[in-house]
């Protein structure tokens, strides 16, 4: 009996509760982890419905395992297109650069070593002829020298003007 699929759902659960667990108890090491965990979750779906899709019989009902496994890969598929969008956005960058110089969050962590982008938060922009307007909400993991913060940056762009913060929480 294969049991790869039962491997990765404990590492899966253990990744998930390690990035809320590091947070809790101030560990600042891997902050990642939970959205990698959801992800391996969500991988794990996949790979045991493929098991359970070989391992039923030729006039059964498939659907239900196929139906699952195009879910899970079409959540996945979205999930890592929407991250490769959202890291190379230009209000990513302008939120990365407002918190490079705010000095209370560079007293309150340390230098800045690098950013790690949530998967949470979103982007809306709109272009006519006048030019691109826009708003995100970025979700960004900060990691000082001293210890991680979790920043959700909101950030506006009017016609014709750059990316510009407008709250920081």
């Known amino acids: 009996m294969f049991t790869g699929y039962r ?11 390690y990035g809320y667990l590091c947070r809790a108890i101030g560990l600042y090491f891997f902050w990642e982890s939970s959205y990698i965990g959801w992800s391996l979750l969500f991988l794990t779906g996949i790979v045991y419905l493929a ?3 070989r ?20 959540i996945l598929l979205v ?6 969008v ?7 960058k302008a939120a990365e650069d407002y918190i490079r110089k705010n ?22 922009s709109k272009s ?4 691109t307007r826009g708003a995100a909400e970025v979700h960004l993991i900060v990691k000082g020298a001293k210890k991680y913060l979790d920043v959700a940056v909101l950030v506006t762009k009017r016609a014709e003007e750059e990316w510009e913060v407008v709250d920081i929480k």
């Open 103 to 124: 000095d209370k969050i560079i007293a309150d962590i340390g230098a800045i070593a690098s950013f790690s982008i949530s998967p949470e938060g979103g982007i809306e």
């Open 7 to 17: 491997y990765l759902l404990v590492i899966s659960c253990i990744v998930i509760a």
């Open 51 to 53: 098991y359970r899709l």
């Open 55 to 74: 391992k039923k019989e030729r006039n059964s009902r498939k659907w239900p395992e196929i139906l699952g496994v195009v879910i899970l890969s079409f």
């Open 79 to 84: 999930q890592a297109v929407l991250f490769i």
């Open 128 to 131: 006519d002829s006048s030019g």
């Open 86 to 92: 959202f890291s190379s956005h230009p209000s990513v």
